[in-house]
């Protein structure tokens, strides 16, 4: 069974870059055809999809993101990355990164990061 | 942008009684890939059901999904003390290719 955590700062200063890591265990990231996603919980709020990468490496965001968002992989380490730039409080939230087999969908979910932006 | 309306808001029901949960989309969702997920608080969401009606690996056959086009219904029978949560649909699209409902609380009578 696929396990994701994620991990990272807790803490990011305004306009510096959040970056966080989802860790893979159970298999290999470069294994069969997976996508792999980040999604973001504001506390108390409703889910936003951020973005995802492809095993082949192909990337698709959430427009509203797109222009501060990458999404990468390290098979060495079997895990994948998502770097979100100039944060501000809006930015403040819980960060999930999740495993999917069809694009249409998101299968297994890590536990979650909180990530608070904040001088 | 595809926007799913979710209703109610709350529901308030008792163990044991049957849940009756819509998800509305703004356009007509692609090839009914609408999926439903239960998030229980401090948890991640977990995925229920898939392609409108399909349910998940380990997902109990009290869930049931139904629906096509803009109009998708989760139906939950005989609840369980475990199922009061909050529940969201999510669809597959063209950009942005997966968004949210904004969550329907089912909490206990």
């Known amino acids: 069974q696929v396990q994701l955590q994620e991990s990272g700062p807790g803490l990011v200063k305004p306009s510096q870059t959040l970056s966080l890591t989802c860790s893979v265990s159970g298999g290999s990231i470069s294994s069969g055809s997976y996508y792999w996603s980040w999604i973001r919980q504001p506390a108390g709020k409703g889910l936003e999809w951020i973005g995802r990468?492809?095993?082949?490496?192909?990337?698709n965001y959430n427009p509203s993101l797109k222009s501060r968002v990458t999404i990468s992989v390290d098979t060495s380490k079997n895990q994948f990355s998502l770097d979100l730039s100039s944060v501000t409080a809006a930015d403040t939230a819980v960060y999930y990164c999740?495993?999917?087999?069809?694009?249409?969908?998101?299968?297994?979910w890590g536990q979650g990061t909180l990530v608070t932006v904040s001088s | 942008e595809i926007v799913l309306t979710q209703s109610p808001g709350t529901l308030s029901l008792s163990p044991g009684e049957g849940a009756t949960l819509s998800c509305r989309a703004s356009q007509s969702v692609t090839g009914s890939y609408l999926a439903w997920y239960q998030q229980k608080p401090g948890q991640a969401p977990r995925l229920l059901i898939y392609?409108?009606?399909s349910r998940a690996t380990g997902i109990p056959d009290r869930f049931s999904g139904s629906g096509s086009g803009t109009d998708f219904t989760l139906t939950i029978s005989r609840l369980e003390p475990e199922d009061f949560a909050v529940y969201y649909c999510q669809q597959y699209g063209s950009s942005p290719p997966v968004t949210f409902g904004q969550g329907t609380k089912l909490e206990i009578k």
């Open positions: 392609g409108a009606s």
């Open positions: 990468i492809y095993s082949s490496g192909n990337t």
């Open positions: 999740a495993k999917s087999s069809s694009v249409t969908r998101l299968d297994y």
